[in-house]
């Protein structure tokens, strides 16, 4: 159905609890989509937990990232001040300008920075076997679908026109890419620097970039520790 059309006849709207996406009512399409939609914000919740639970500075830099992409999305809608379609159909909306669309903007960024970590940053640092590659052309397809389904939902539910999603990708990709050679050719060399700060030592912020597989490490690291004092357990009960 054209946007024109929809706009002539609007459906009526229901709300997802907390979130207040809003899809037209008895449209499961829709419904699935809202929830899609919502992935950006599952992103931020993310990598709020992990760097709360994990600390490490490559996280932090990613994150900040994306607050800086959504800190450009904010200044490019209020100085281009393109309304968003069929004004009206919602009644929850957190800013009355669609250009460009806030959520196309994080997740092409957040996509397009995950593609060249998988195949420039970690490429440098493992050996590229027949494994490694499928598992990361497996993850790069999941999440181009991620990104697609996200921008797609924008305009199905009415709260985007499909050039404001199209430039809001853009918007995200290329700051996904600026980002990443910043953080690989200016902060990288950095992080060792910034681990050994006081504050970042009280705050047990570590680096892990020179690790090639951290998951392996900490398993391997966890494993080896879990043993020793279960040997020194039993030790102590003889």
Same mark, same amino acid.
């Given at each position: 159905? /054209?946007l024109e059309e929809q706009?002539?006849?609007?459906?009526?709207?229901?709300?997802?609890?907390?979130?207040?996406?809003?899809?037209?009512?008895?449209?499961?399409?829709? *419904?699935?989509?809202?929830?899609?939609?919502?992935?950006?914000?599952?992103? !931020?919740?993310? =990598?709020? &937990?992990?760097?709360?639970?994990?600390?490490?500075?490559? &996280?932090?830099?990613? @994150?900040?990232?994306?607050?800086?992409?959504?800190?450009?999305?904010?200044?490019?809608?209020?100085?281009?001040?393109?309304?968003?379609?069929?004004?009206?159909?919602?009644?929850?909306?957190?800013?009355?300008?669609?250009?460009?669309?806030?959520?196309? $903007?994080?997740?092409? =960024? =957040?996509?397009?920075?995950?593609?060249?970590?998988?195949?420039?940053?970690?490429?440098?640092?493992?050996? /590229?076997?027949?494994?490694?590659?499928?598992?990361?052309?497996?993850?790069?397809?999941?999440?181009?679908?991620? /990104?697609?389904?996200?921008?797609?939902s924008r305009v199905y539910?009415l709260y985007h026109s499909?050039?404001?999603? @199209?430039?809001?990708?853009?918007?995200?990709?290329?700051?996904?890419?600026?980002?990443?050679?910043?953080? $690989?050719?200016? !902060?990288?060399?950095?992080?060792?620097?910034?681990?050994?700060?006081?504050?970042?030592?009280? =705050?047990?912020?570590?680096? &892990?970039?020179?690790?090639?597989?951290?998951?392996?490490?900490?398993?391997?690291?966890?494993?080896?520790? /879990?043993?020793?004092? *279960?040997?020194?357990?039993?030790?102590?009960? *003889?």
């Amino acid at each position: 159905m /054209a946007l024109e059309e929809q706009c002539s006849a609007p459906p009526r709207w229901r709300s997802i609890s907390l979130t207040h996406v809003e899809f037209p009512e008895d449209d499961l399409t829709g *419904q699935a989509l809202a929830y899609i939609s919502l992935l950006p914000v599952a992103i !931020l919740v993310g =990598f709020v &937990t992990l760097i709360v639970f994990k600390r490490e500075l490559h &996280t932090i830099s990613f @994150f900040g990232g994306l607050i800086l992409n959504e800190g450009v999305n904010w200044l490019l809608k209020n100085i281009l001040r393109e309304p968003r379609p069929c004004a009206g159909a919602h009644s929850t909306l957190y800013s009355e300008y669609g250009m460009p669309s806030s959520h196309s $903007q994080l997740i092409w =960024f =957040f996509v397009v920075y995950f593609f060249l970590f998988l195949y420039l940053r970690m490429h440098q640092t493992n050996n /590229a076997r027949c494994v490694d590659l499928l598992w990361r052309h497996i993850l790069s397809i999941i999440l181009l679908g991620m /990104a697609l389904s996200v921008s797609y939902s924008r305009v199905y539910l009415l709260y985007h026109s499909w050039s404001q999603v @199209f430039y809001g990708g853009v918007a995200g990709s290329t700051i996904g890419i600026i980002w990443f050679f910043f953080t $690989q050719e200016v !902060l990288t060399p950095l992080f060792p620097k910034i681990a050994a700060w006081p504050i970042s030592e009280y =705050f047990l912020v570590r680096d &892990t970039s020179l690790i090639p597989n951290i998951l392996w490490f900490e398993y391997t690291v966890t494993r080896s520790e /879990a043993r020793n004092r *279960q040997r020194k357990l039993g030790t102590k009960l *003889q």
